[in-house]
């Protein structure tokens, strides 16, 4: 049965070892006048630019820091916390500065052990288990449920340095015909920022 092409970015789905997963993220803090969008499901590092905050990651080789599950920030309208699934490609009129530190506060599934599911783009094959394997970067992702439609760049599997480790395939019944195009990933983080010398 063939895959179904719906990419929705990194979703945390369990532990190396076996262990369960518990839902927990860790606070960082975005720049608000950042002009990149970060989607549910992405992956993101320390920005280089501007140490002691994060945003997302592009494609190819970078220490990845963990996945983002959401934002939280004062809205400038309302004066209100807000919590959304993504932040918008535009400011969210938060400067930089350690006066608006953690003003703008995005939640990170960071855990080294942590097991995503992520949809490869291209074709499948049982060899790629524990090769490495980079992601695609994608268009913004949906403004319906704030969900990331990054995918890993499977045709690009190799034992090489990369992001990521294949660790296995999903159990997703709709996404785990291996051999075929588009097909689940069971991944880690292998370039980690927080644990890498």
Known sequence: MANI??????????????????????EYSLVGTEASGIWQGD??????????????????????????WGIQYDDSTTGKPTFRNYKP????????????YRKLTIFVYDDPYQVYDVQGDEGSAV??????CDMITSAAGSTVNGTSIMELDSDNVATGTASFKIVGFSNDPANS????DNCNYKVIVLENGLTSA
């Open 5 to 26: 092409d719906t990419p929705s970015g990194f979703r945390p789905v369990g532990k190396l070892g076996g262990n369960p997963y518990n839902g927990s993220a860790s």
């Open 43 to 68: 992956p993101v590092m320390q920005q280089a630019s501007n140490t002691g905050y994060v945003d997302i990651a592009p494609a190819g080789e970078d220490e990845v820091i963990g996945v983002a």
């Open 89 to 100: 490609a535009s400011s969210l009129a938060v400067g930089t500065g350690a006066a608006n």
């Open 127 to 132: 060899t790629d288990v524990f090769k490495n």
């Open 177 to 180: 015909t291996v051999g075929s």
